[in-house]
């Protein structure tokens, strides 16, 4: 969805370094979530956030940060990338109306960590 | 904890066929259901929802069928086009004391035959 954008788009980098991926949106949506895509597995929720004041652990937080600098962005955050964070990332997000809620996905980050 | 699966990995269908997607739910309070679209390179897309209290929702050659007594669902497309092929998820819509939240299944690759 364009409304949804991730930065960068792919990423290699080396085991150790400090990685951020960045989330912007144009929706309007008050709720924005991270979650991470591997082979056979789905998407597992890392982080999310349903307000800029507000930040939620997802069932992999692990090895991640995240930041909600304003209502349309959301970044996370590797401090220290190990290879078994090679994955496909995905942002998303919903609007706060009630309890069903679809979410719109970005075109996701592949990152690499060698 | 709670899961959503689904029975088939691939599915591959002749072009012009229907295509039956299936997917099992664990968690009986879970009260919606989406389906994604994720086609290679791309984000996952909506497709079609369906709250509990429904068992059919149709939509543009789609449709979703809910058993909630066997905790099923399912996604019909109709007359299969090569535009279809991509990977399917099912989500379900929980809500927990840090709101509403989607747990995505593993995925099926639909692979369209010509």
């Known amino acids: 969805d364009a409304d949804v954008t991730q930065t960068p788009r792919n990423r290699i980098t080396k085991t150790g370094k400090r990685i951020m991926l960045e989330c912007s949106q144009t929706?309007?949506?008050?709720?924005m979530y991270w979650y991470r895509q591997d082979p056979g597995l789905g998407l597992r929720l890392i982080y999310y956030?349903?307000?800029?004041?507000?930040?939620n652990k997802g069932e992999i937080s692990d090895g991640y940060s995240v930041s909600r600098q304003a209502q349309a962005k959301f970044s996370l955050s590797l401090e220290s990338a190990i290879p078994n964070q090679t994955a496909l990332y995905f942002c998303a997000t919903s609007e706060t109306r009630d309890r069903y809620n679809e979410q719109f996905f970005g075109p996701g980050t592949r990152l690499t960590v060698l | 904890g709670e899961s959503v699966g689904l029975h088939l990995p691939t599915l591959s269908v002749q072009e012009g066929d229907n295509s039956i997607i299936n997917c099992a739910y664990s968690n009986s309070a879970s009260d919606y259901f989406i389906w994604y679209k994720q086609e290679s390179g791309k984000g996952p897309q909506f497709i079609i929802d369906i709250r509990s209290n429904m068992d059919k929702r149709q939509g543009q050659r789609v449709t979703v069928l809910l058993n909630k007594t066997v905790k099923h669902l399912s996604l019909q497309i109709a007359a299969t086009q090569p535009g279809d092929s991509a990977v399917y998820f099912c989500a379900e819509n929980i809500l927990t004391g840090g709101g509403n939240k989607l747990t995505f299944g593993t995925g099926t690759q639909l692979k369209v035959e010509l």
């Open positions: 929706k309007g949506h008050d709720r």
């Open positions: 956030s349903f307000d800029v004041k507000d930040i």
